[in-house]
């Protein structure tokens, strides 16, 4: 079972930057699928972005692309996002997430279909 703690997040004025990390242990990542997704108050966890075991291919949803990059690191059983130009509506809980294959974006942007979740890290962008 893949253990995943999400760090990085903070308050940040509009237009900022933040770099969310996601650091997995019990047992390497390098075969899982990697995601990133948010949840704002009363809303419904949301998709944010993914990446394939290797890297080699990355999917975003419209409010991230241009904006954000994922990015993975298998030797250090790390995932990174990296957020630019931040907005106020950016403001979330950021969850890092792993499943065990690749797939669609219909199903990459279904939270039911990732297996493992951390707990969530909190960005706040406000001037």
């Known amino acids: 079972q893949v253990q995943l703690v999400e760090s990085g997040g903070g308050l940040v004025q509009p237009g900022g930057s933040l770099r969310l990390s996601c650091a997995a242990s019990?047992?390497?990542?390098?075969?899982?699928?990697m995601g990133w997704f948010r949840q704002a108050p009363e809303k419904e966890r949301e998709f944010v972005a993914a990446?394939?075991?290797?890297?080699?291919?990355?999917d975003e949803s419209d409010s991230a692309k241009g904006r954000f990059t994922i990015s993975r690191d298998n030797a250090k059983n790390m995932v990174w996002l990296q957020m630019n130009s931040l907005k106020p509506e950016d403001t979330a809980v950021y969850y890092c997430a792993a499943k065990e294959y690749y797939s669609d974006y219909e199903e990459l942007s279904h939270p039911d279909y990732w297996a493992y979740w951390g707990q969530g890290t909190q960005v706040t962008v406000s001037s």
């Open positions: 990446i394939t075991w290797s890297g080699g291919n990355t």
């Open positions: 019990r047992r390497t990542i390098s075969s899982y699928a």
